[in-house]
């Protein structure tokens, strides 16, 4: 598989360029706290949605649907938690406790959004993101 042709790797791509350019999207009426997150949401997604395409790929995993719990009289477990949890039974902690830290950047960045994010928040976010493609590897076939 030549992950770089695939969309989860070129949003990856993608964040990385937006964090490197961000100055030049920060005019007098767009403040950086639109930009920067911005850049966490990306990173997130980026991190979330491979770490999904690497599971199907590995394992066929499928995310389970609200009422597919119900059926089986289980508790709701969200899709993002499903992937984070799976990510450990294949012995991917680093990779689910960094999505887990990017889930939680994300929902101060998209929620809260009279809170400020810090540099280090957004450098965080990248560095969660790229430990998460970093673990997670595709073999080119």
């Given at each position: 598989?030549?992950?770089?042709?695939?969309?989860?790797?070129?949003?990856?791509?993608?964040?990385?360029?937006?964090?490197e350019?961000?100055?030049?999207?920060?005019?007098?009426?767009?403040?950086?706290?639109?930009?920067?997150g911005?850049?966490?949401?990306?990173?997130?997604?980026?991190?979330?949605?491979?770490?999904?395409?690497?599971l199907?790929?590995?394992?066929?995993?499928?995310?389970?649907?609200?009422?597919?719990?119900?059926?089986?009289?289980?508790?709701?477990?969200?899709?993002?938690r499903?992937?984070?949890?799976?990510?450990?039974k294949?012995?991917?902690?680093?990779?689910?406790?960094?999505?887990?830290?990017?889930?939680?950047?994300?929902?101060?960045?998209?929620?809260?959004?009279f809170?400020?994010?810090?540099?280090?928040?957004?450098?965080?976010?990248?560095?969660?993101?790229?430990?998460?493609?970093n673990?997670?590897?595709?073999?080119?076939?």
């Amino acid at each position: 598989m030549n992950i770089e042709k695939y969309p989860q790797y070129q949003l990856y791509k993608f964040t990385l360029l937006l964090e490197e350019n961000k100055a030049m999207y920060i005019k007098p009426d767009i403040e950086s706290r639109a930009v920067d997150g911005t850049i966490i949401n990306r990173a997130y997604y980026s991190a979330y949605s491979y770490a999904l395409l690497w599971l199907e790929e590995i394992s066929g995993f499928k995310l389970k649907q609200k009422w597919e719990y119900e059926s089986e009289g289980k508790k709701y477990v969200s899709e993002h938690r499903q992937v984070r949890d799976c990510l450990i039974k294949y012995e991917k902690m680093k990779a689910s406790k960094n999505l887990y830290e990017l889930h939680r950047l994300r929902k101060k960045a998209d929620y809260k959004l009279f809170n400020p994010l810090t540099e280090k928040e957004i450098n965080d976010s990248i560095k969660y993101m790229e430990n998460v493609l970093n673990e997670l590897k595709f073999e080119n076939k």
